[in-house]
């Protein structure tokens, strides 16, 4: 069955899925293939809509940094200030990222790695440096939730300089995520604290690192608080534990995104033969009762009940809009049959006074002449809906009409 393309509205995949559904042998006719394609246009918008909501998360109140000695260096709540100064002032995003290789390859490139969350709202509470980590992709999201990622590092420029020459004293980089690598600090919480306070599950368990430092251009040196006791074992080697897990919540992921396409086409499926059973009893309803007592009370003749069921069948279940009014047509051709007088005969009044016939005038001309009258009289909007109007209205005329 055919998937709605992006843009596309309503309208326009029903009249391309329908012709497919009835070619194929999914819709046994024009009313289930309506709604068929009606509850896949329906169901494909309701999962990208959800897929929109849940495709980056935002953490707040993560703790990257605090007071105390880290390898030597002596941070105090004036530097965390200093930090929280410089923030949104110095001209540094701080993105956060996966550990603190500057060579990160994610597509064989050799930068451009793409920031997994910006680092935002940065403050100092109390002895610690806290922020909100925004715009933090789904899987990343899940990693986190699934302890792949507990703790986390803060990289800083000591004595960053502007091309302007203002030299700032201390300036965050980034945050980066650890995984396997080891902790040094206690004294910052664990990542599911962040996820607790953003409507996740939690964990308690709080780390901080231990500093390396590089050079970062601007005359000053890079802090990157990271313990790395195990970087001799190869970057290598995490680099790839990192792929295969990645690679393996994918996996995961696909197989969620089958079971789910699975349940839905079961539910179309449903909602199709739902659909159709409505559809039958309304048709079984209209054939053995309303024509019934028509035929008892003089308005419908054995002749036409045929031409009048296929009429019926063809107007399809539903309201439509018409003159800025919201009707259904089968309701208006009940009605208009319900009002005809006994023993119509063609040439005369049928319902609420209109002809079903208009004596010898062709078909053509008449169904032109009745479809501007109902425009003009306000009654339609559009020649296509006078249209409609004979149809529901005027069924002798447009059987007469449509038979040539």
């Excluded at 289930?32 to 809509?49: E, F, G, L, P």
Aim: with cysteine; glycine share 8%; charged share 30%.
């Amino acid at each position: 069955m055919p998937t709605p393309q992006t843009g596309e509205q309503k309208d326009d995949y029903m009249k391309r899925c329908i012709p497919i559904v009835i070619k194929d042998g999914t819709a046994k006719g024009n009313d289930q293939a309506v709604a068929i394609c009606s509850s896949m246009y329906d169901s494909h918008h309701k999962k990208m809509t959800e897929e929109t909501k849940t495709f980056a998360r935002t953490l707040k109140g993560v703790d990257i940094f605090a007071t105390g000695t880290w390898n030597g260096d002596k941070y105090s709540e004036g530097d965390l200030d200093a930090i929280v100064e410089a923030y949104g002032k110095a001209p540094v995003k701080p993105p956060v990222k996966l550990g603190h290789d500057e060579a990160q390859k994610w597509f064989g490139q050799k930068d451009g790695a793409p920031a997994l969350g910006w680092v935002e709202n940065v403050r100092r509470v109390g002895s610690k440096l806290v922020a909100d980590f925004a715009g933090v992709p789904e899987i990343i999201a899940r990693l986190i939730e699934n302890k792949n990622y507990r703790t986390k590092s803060a990289e800083i420029f000591w004595n960053f300089k502007e091309p302007s020459g203002k030299v700032w004293p201390r300036v965050l980089k980034a945050v980066s995520l650890l995984g396997a690598d080891m902790p040094a600090v206690s004294s910052l919480n664990d990542l599911h604290t962040a996820l607790l306070t953003s409507n996740y599950s939690s964990d308690t368990t709080g780390h901080a690192s231990w500093p390396t430092a590089e050079t970062n251009g601007n005359g000053g040196a890079v802090k990157c608080y990271e313990y790395a006791a195990n970087q001799d074992h190869g970057g290598n080697m995490e680099t790839r534990k990192y792929e295969e897990m990645i690679q393996s919540l994918e996996a995961k992921l696909e197989t969620e995104k089958s079971l789910r396409e699975q349940m839905e086409t079961r539910a179309i499926k449903a909602e199709s033969a739902i659909a159709t059973r409505d559809e039958d009893f309304a048709i079984k309803q209209f054939r053995e009762q309303t024509l019934i007592n028509l035929k008892k009370e003089g308005k419908v003749t054995p002749a036409e009940e045929e031409s009048l069921l296929i009429t019926f069948s063809s107007l399809g279940p539903g309201n439509r809009k018409y003159a800025d009014k919201e009707v259904n047509p089968r309701e208006l051709f009940v009605k208009s049959l319900t009002e005809r007088k006994p023993a119509v005969r063609f040439g005369e009044g049928g319902a609420g006074g209109e002809d079903n016939s208009e004596g010898d005038a062709p078909a053509s001309v008449e169904v032109d002449r009745r479809i501007r009258k109902f425009v003009d009289d306000g009654q339609a909007k559009t020649y296509a809906e006078g249209k409609e109007l004979v149809k529901i209205r005027l069924p002798q005329l447009w059987e007469r009409y449509i038979r040539g």
